[in-house]
Every structure is written in C-alpha cells, then in structure tokens.
C-alpha cells in the first residue's frame, strides 16, 4: 500500500458513526479540560481509560488522542483571556497573548492560536506518514538488548530535559520503577512485595496513581493558593487575523511546527519545552526582540503551533516502538494495552486500522476542533467564569468516581489520594511527578528487556556492546550524560523567556 | 531551602533502604539467570544511592532563611481537611453508600473548607449528589454503593 490509498484507508476508518463520534467526544472533552483549570489531560485521560472498554480499540485511541490535542487548544484560550495557562504546554502563550487581549486583540489572539494549532497538527499528521513506516522497518530488527538500550536512552533524556535538580528526577524515575515491581514478577510470575495481599498482587494501578499524582495534587495546589479568575471583560469580536497578522505568522509557524514535531519524537520532552524552545527561536530571530512580551502575534503563533507539533512527533515513537516517550503518550500504551493490542513495529501490518484510523482522525479532530473552537468561543469563556470553590468538589468527585468505577475497589480510591498527597508534596519539595509515572509504566518492559537479554548472552552485559544498534543507543546516552554543553545553549535560550511573566 | 530538602531527602533514604531490606527476601537468582528479586534490589540500591546523595547535597548547601507565614498555614489546613475528607470519604464510601456519603463530603468542602451560606451549602450538596448519583448510577450504569439507602 503506498502512502495515499492507506491514508484513504484511515479516512474510510476514522468516517464510521462510531470512530468520528469517539473523536468528537475526546475533543471536545479535550477543550473543555483544557479550559478548566486544575485538570489536565493526563488526569482526563487516564479517568477515561475504564471507559475505553465497552469501545472498540480503534475508537479508544481515537478518543484518547483527542483529548490531549483537544486539551492544546482549549489550553490556550485560557492564557489568553485570563493569563492563567489551562494546560503547562500554553504558559508561553500567555506572555504575549494576554497582551493582545489587553489591547483589545483578543480575537485574533485567539484565532491565530487555533489556525497555529491546525496548521501544526496537519504538517505533524504528514510528519507521522512519512517517518513511521522506514522507521517501523528499523524497529522490526530491535531485540531485548536494543530495547534496552533505548529505554535507558529515553530514562536518561527524560531526568536530564526535567526542570530542576537532575538528581531529584533521577530519583523520581527508580522510584516509579521501584513501585512498577510491586505484583507478579513479568517473567516467573512469582509475587513481589504484596505482603500476602491479593490487592497487590496486581500492583498498583496506573489510573489512580496518575489521577493522584496529576489530578488530586493540583486540586490541592490550587485550593492551598487560591485560584482568581478574572475574566477579560471584553467583547471578543473578529476572530480572523488580519493578512498582516498572517503575514507575520507565517515563518514563526512553520519553524514552530518543524520544530515541534521533531523534538517531540524525542523521549522526554513533551509539549511544554518546544513551546519555550520555539518562543525564544522567534525572539532571537525577531528585529524587534525587545517588543515580545507586549502581544507580538508572533510570540502566540510559535508555540501554539510547537505544543501541537510535538504531540504529533510524541505519536512516533508509540506508534513505531511502543515505548512511551512521555506521560500522556504512557497513558495512551496502557490503552493500548487494555484491549490487547501492542503498539510497536508490527501494529502498521497486524491493525492497520488502528494505526491509519488514528492518524486520518487527527486530521479530522483538527477540523473539529476548529469548528469548535472558533464560533463556540463564546461558551468555553463563560466556563471560565464558573467560581473554583464549585469546580473542584466537582473534578475531585468525578476523581474519585472515575477510580471506583474502574476497579470496583475502595482500596483504589485510597492509593489514589495517597499519591495525591504525595504529588502535592513533592510539587512542594521541588520533584518532579514525570518521571516517575514514566518509569513506572516502563518499568516492566525495562525489566524484561534486560533479564531477557542476560538470558541472551548467559549472563554477559557484553551483549549491550556487541550490537551495533544498542552500541549506538548506549554511545549516545553516554554522549546526553556527559554533554551538557550540548544542553546548555538550549538552557541559555530558555532562560532569557521571562517566566515570572507568566505567573 | 536546607532543612526541606534535608528532610526530604532522609524519607527517601530510609524507604530505599526499607525496599532495600525488602528486595533481599526476594530470589536474587544468578546473573545468567535473574530471579525475580535482581531487579528490585538493583532499583532499591540505586534509589538509596540517588537518596543519599541528595542527602550530602542538602547537608552541604548553605542555611536557608527562616519563611511560612499564617497564609501558608491557613492554606494547608485547608489542603490537609480536604485530602482528610475524601480519606473519611473513601472508608465508609461502601458501608454508607453513595448518596449519603457524597452529599456530606461535599457539605463539608461548602461549609467548612469555604464557608458558604447554610442554604447555598446544603442546597449545592444536595443537587449535586443527587445529580452525580443520577448521571453515573442511572445513566451510565457505574456500579455505586448504595450502603444505608439499599431498599
């Protein structure tokens, strides 16, 4: 099949009444998410996965990614109207988008950022076409030991790219790890660390654990500091950018997109630093660098395309590998595998209606998006102005719901507000929850990998050398670990945004 | 700064050596062939390790100010009653049932954690327990205790 009768394929998929329903309510569940502050799209979408089961696989994943680029664009209505990012990727949109709505430019502000987002989400759809059949193809000669390597690759991005101590997000991964080994051991099946418990022996679960961590956390976070709305009383009128807006857009979109998209095939990055990455690109390449943070379209334009980009390149190494490059893409595997299907080098060939059905419906979704976006702007404002002290009973009610719902078992509600009380002190202490949701939803096939690859050579970590695709794998860890001069221009670059802006 | 991520760090110390002395009860197995625990104990050493370097950073690192003011306070009070209602919550979720268990909660959150009006709090606690029950017993068939009210 050549890439267009497939793509046709995906959109013969994605039109059925069941699969386009499915991308309707992931997106448009995405942007109400993405308006509301205090629940992101990792809680979202890991309350939805107990939902997923009475769909199809097709549809799930349908669903699932529409949430997360659904949550993108509603994520940037909020920096611009109220200066308070609804989601951690559209904290860049704010410093200039904000701006714009003060001087009455809300409108385009607004209209850019969605037009930003579709342009972004349809060059990053082309990027997956193009790039994931060849590297499906490498994929496929990949055995434990390149497994390995590459997962070890991928822990060492994600500590290193974390804000803050690399120390402390070290320790955040082999915590998560170390949790990921409660249950049966993957390989003899034999219990680990369940004290004689039958809960246990399943380990603990990832919903309540990523609902904690990312959803009863930040309800507790916004209530310690108490979260002011105020919305920009203006009239949003004229969402189209005028041919100047567009004229000034161009460039900064395109470099966002490309940008975007390939830093986030990267492991660890996610959307949030293209986004940063990309707004400062556009400030040095500016003539006028110092009129950023005054409501430069510019500076909307960038990042709004990054964040979507990204989301698109994350898709990659998914679709390709099965390794989850970051937290949304983690919860993404596990729906994945909650139907039984393993993404990876084979999904292409054995579900080809997965992989093309899910592609064809970005497209798709991208165009609801719009549709919803634009002329319904009006109501997602209003949403803004429903009082926090009556959001979060709600959103901490459907928490605990979400989790009863899927187990049946109390005991999951309380490891859930365990791990609410710990993300919010970790938040607190300064670690990072990331990492450790990523090693541990990794963390078996990291196991596996190695154990199997011991297997392998009887014993010899020599095997990790030998092969030259794990030898590259690990050269390159080594070359991440040892280089931060690399890093630090990048740093540089980040540093001169200015983030108390933000705030 | 210091005595924050000095104490933080000592937590994570003392559970990594816990898991430590957990994982050493596991089969460690040969490294031809790794039993169950050579995984653990490989994560919980390195995790000690990690902890305890953070521990000599924290030592090493210069006297923090003294902070916390009374908002800081008033604000995690507000953070410990919430995180203890849903505890509460999650207990007698099954022996009391849903409705009756939602409808306090959420009367505690309106008249303790944000002191509502009696008549906007019992009112708000009221339709909204009523209304979650509804959508997700009723409507989408979510199986929620019905405890004391199961007639």
Known sequence: ?503 | MRRRDLGAAAVLLAFGLFALTQARGLRFGTVVAPGPGFFPLCLAAAFSLVSLGLLVRALRMPAGEARASSADAAGRAKVVGTLGGLMVYALVLEPVGFLLATFALLLFFFTALQRQRWFVALGGSLVTSVATYLVFKVWLGVNLPAGLLSF
Request: glycine fraction near 12%; charge should be neutral.
């Open chain 1, 1 to 503: 099949m050549d890439l267009f009768t497939s793509l046709a394929y995906g959109f013969s998929v994605t039109l059925a009444p069941a699969n386009l329903f499915a991308c309707f309510v992931g997106v448009f569940v995405g942007t109400l998410i993405g308006v509301l502050p205090g629940i992101g799209p990792v809680a979202t979408m890991s309350l939805l996965l107990p939902v997923t089961y009475a769909l199809s696989p097709t549809a799930s994943i349908i669903m699932m990614a529409g949430v997360y680029y659904g949550a993108m664009y509603g994520g940037s209505t909020t920096s611009i109207l109220v200066n308070i990012p609804g989601e951690a990727a559209s904290v860049v949109t704010c410093l200039d988008g904000y701006q714009m709505a003060r001087q009455g430019r809300a409108g385009p502000a607004l209209g850019m950022a969605a037009f930003g987002s579709f342009i972004a989400g349809t060059l990053s759809v082309l990027g997956i076409m193009l790039l994931a059949p060849p590297l499906t193809k490498a994929a496929l000669r990949f055995g434990p030991p390149e497994i390995f390597a590459l997962l070890l690759l991928g822990f060492t991005m994600v500590t290193y790219l974390t804000a803050g101590s690399k120390l402390k997000a070290v320790a955040m991964a082999l915590l998560g790890m170390l949790l990921g080994t409660i249950g049966l051991d993957p390989i003899t099946a034999s219990p680990r660390f369940t004290y004689g418990t039958l809960t246990l022996a399943d380990g603990l679960g990832l919903v309540p654990i990523i609902m904690g961590l990312f959803g009863i956390s930040e309800v507790l976070l916004n209530i310690e500091k108490g979260v002011e709305q105020e919305v920009f009383e203006t009239r949003i009128k004229g969402l189209l950018p005028t041919r100047d807006d567009w004229k000034r857009s161009a460039a900064p979109m395109a470099r966002g997109s490309v940008l975007g998209f390939l830093l986030g095939i990267l492991p660890g990055i996610g959307a949030i630093i293209p986004t940063f990455i990309s707004y400062a690109l556009e400030r040095r390449l500016s003539k006028t660098p110092e009129r950023f943070g005054t409501g430069m379209i510019e500076g909307v334009a960038a990042p709004e395309a990054a964040n979507n980009a990204a989301t698109g390149g994350a898709m990659i190494p998914l679709l390709t590998l099965g390794i989850a490059p970051n937290v949304v893409m983690a919860v993404l595997l596990s729906a994945f595998l909650i139907h039984g299907v393993q993404p990876g080098p084979l999904l292409i060939r054995e579900h080809p209606e997965i992989f093309w059905g899910v592609v064809a419906s970005m497209y798709i979704g991208n165009v609801m998006l719009l549709i919803l976006n634009l002329p319904l702007i009006g109501l997602w404002v209003q949403l803004l102005r429903v009082p926090y002290g009556i959001l979060f009973p709600l959103i901490l009610l459907f928490c605990v719901i979400g989790v009863y719902s899927e187990s049946g078992n109390v005991w999951d509600i309380v490891v859930m507000l365990g791990f609410g009380g710990l993300g919010y002190l970790m938040r607190k202490f300064e670690f990072e929850p990331a990492p450790m949701v990523l090693a541990f939803v990794l963390g078996r096939m990291t196991e596996e990998s190695i154990r199997q690859s011991l297997l392998i050579s009887r014993g010899s970590f020599e095997i990790l050398l030998t092969r030259p695709i794990a030898t590259t794998f690990l050269a390159i860890t080594l070359a991440v670990m040892v280089a931060p001069l690399v890093v630090s221009p990048v740093r540089r670059m980040l540093r001169t945004v200015p983030l108390e802006e933000a705030d």
